[in-house]
């Protein structure tokens, strides 16, 4: 027998389908539905998705399992990949690379961080890279994947991955998965949003064929355009531009790589960068630009120049505005996806912060009333979220020895966020990385990232030295050579994965 809601929010209603409304929907209705809370979602199929996010970090893997989406199945239905990391060339200088992995470099000695005992390693005259002490940067170079076994303690368990996908594909597969578990769908644009006179709350939707929607708690996952949170509701937005100046993204698919690799690709441009995301049946490209610093015609040039194989499609064109709105919860609308905010894709979070506020809401899910406490720390902890990934970004820029084009000039220049500001100061000073609130990514990234681009620190932290330096790098080679035999014997990335039915 199923309880029935206890008053208060008995009816959801999304706004909006793609990857943010179907992942809301799937995630509510298997929550919420077995406790008598309805879910409707409207969409129209005239109005298109950006569609362009096909990379994801490894908190994915944790969503897809609340829904019971078996791996196998979410591979062969979306036509997904492995990805262990991210690979990123000529960002600190043009030949230059490095590796973002998943997962840990390295295993912490005595309660010193790895990349502590590393830098130690590399003042002393070391030569080897910290992403050499990760299974996953390992595996990426060679090609190789695979996936430990329940309580395996071999060098493979220290792999962690995500996936790239087509993000039209997942959205099809989630909406299977919440008409099932009862989700209604309903065709349509939305043409007018009612409010209540007295405190504000969305009340309906009228549908350009005249129907009426009512709710009691809204879902805006309308895009960029922000029906609710900002159409209706004109909640504001904090621009971010100044820190991050990209505001355009070309999007143009090409024939599939073989060998496939497990990683993107990020490639620094003059006045932006170019991923590469490989799927089964084919590659996703991107260029994304400042428009202060490049036109579209030659940032199109060069995508087209870069790209691996002939285009298997047109080229799309997105323009948008770095930042977030200032309440993802206003009254009764939650704004997920793209109408709450919006950080380039640089280390794919866009999909990971849909996650993110779907949890939270979860976690904060109103009873007879929506409280302000809860609202508030709803809003709190987005802006924590969107605060730490906008960090983590633009430390890529900032990091740069690049003085090649105006664009690298200003962003090594630039004044960053006094958040981002000291965590260098302590990185400069003893390579000290301390975790914050809200950290979407940990210590081994930032690490990764800061190592990679070649952001030396004076000195190392001094507990290193506590620790017999003879026996530390015995065990850091026998470490490394531990990971390499490893994922040599790991089989293809592409025979890795899930054989079709």
């Given amino acids: 027998m199923v309880d029935e809601a206890p008053g208060g929010v008995r009816r959801i209603v999304i706004v909006g389908g793609g990857t943010a409304g179907w992942m809301a929907a799937a995630a509510l209705s298997r929550a919420l539905g077995p406790i008598g809370r ?23 893997r944790a969503f897809n399992a609340m829904l019971d989406i078996d791996e196998d199945r979410f591979l062969r239905e979306t036509m997904g990949s492995y990805k262990l990391g ?37 003042a002393r005259g070391g030569t080897t890279r910290l992403t050499e002490y990760s299974m996953c940067t390992v595996a990426a170079r060679e090609g190789r994947f695979g996936i430990a076994a329940p309580g395996d303690r071999t060098p493979l368990a220290h792999i962690a991955h995500a996936y790239h996908f087509d993000a039209t594909l997942y959205a099809a597969l989630l909406r299977r998965v919440s008409e099932a578990q009862g989700v209604v769908r309903h065709e349509g644009r939305v043409v007018r949003v009612d409010r209540d006179g007295e405190h504000g709350d969305v009340t309906a939707l009228l549908l350009n064929d005249g129907r009426r929607i009512a709710g009691d708690l809204f879902v805006d996952c309308s895009g960029f355009a922000g029906l609710l949170i900002e159409g209706a509701l004109a909640t504001g937005y904090h621009d971010w531009l100044h820190w991050l100046p990209m505001d355009r993204a070309l999007a143009m698919p090409t024939g599939r790589i073989d060998p496939l690799p497990p ?3 990020a490639t620094a441009h003059p006045a932006g960068w170019q991923w590469r995301i490989p799927l089964q049946h084919r ?30 499609g047109d080229v799309r064109s997105l323009s948008f505005t770095t930042g977030m709105r200032r309440r993802a919860w206003s009254h009764n609308v939650v704004a997920l996806g793209l109408a709450a905010g919006f950080v380039e894709p640089l280390e794919s ?68 966020p006094d958040s981002l500001a000291h965590r260098i100061e302590l990185w400069r000073a003893q390579g000290r990385l301390i975790p914050q609130e809200g950290d979407v990514f940990q210590v081994p990234s930032w690490a990764a990232v800061l190592t990679g681009q070649e952001w030396w620190p004076a000195a190392y932290d001094p507990a290193v030295d506590r620790l017999n330096a003879a026996s530390v790098e015995a065990a850091m080679a026998d470490m490394r050579a531990a990971y390499r035999r490893t994922a040599l014997a790991l089989p293809p990335h592409a025979a890795a994965l899930p054989a079709a039915e």
Avoid at 38 to 60: W, Y
Avoid at 384 to 412: E, I
């Fill in 283 to 312: 590659t996703g490209n991107g260029h994304v630009f400042a428009s202060a610093f490049t036109t579209a015609d030659a940032a199109e040039a060069l995508l087209r120049a870069h790209a691996p194989g002939d285009p298997c």
């Fill in 38 to 60: 309805s879910v409707v979602l409207v969409e129209s199929d005239a109005i298109g998705t950006v569609g362009v996010g096909e990379a994801t970090i490894p908190p994915i």
């Fill in 86 to 122: 991210i690979e990123f060339v000529d960002w600190s200088r043009i030949g230059a690379r490095y590796f973002h992995p998943f997962g840990a470099a390295g295993q912490d000695f005595h309660g010193v961080p790895f990349h502590q005992l590393w830098l130690r390693h590399r």
């Fill in 263 to 265: 990683y993107t690709r």
């Fill in 349 to 416: 979070t866009s999909i990971h912060l849909i996650q993110h506020g779907i949890l939270r809401l979860l976690a904060l899910f109103p009873g007879a009333v929506v409280h302000p406490a809860e609202r508030d720390a709803y809003n709190a902890d987005m802006a924590r979220a969107f605060a730490a990934v906008r960090d983590f970004v633009v430390l890529h820029y900032k990091a740069t020895r690049r003085d090649d084009s105006a664009f690298w000039r200003m962003v090594q220049a630039m004044t960053v």
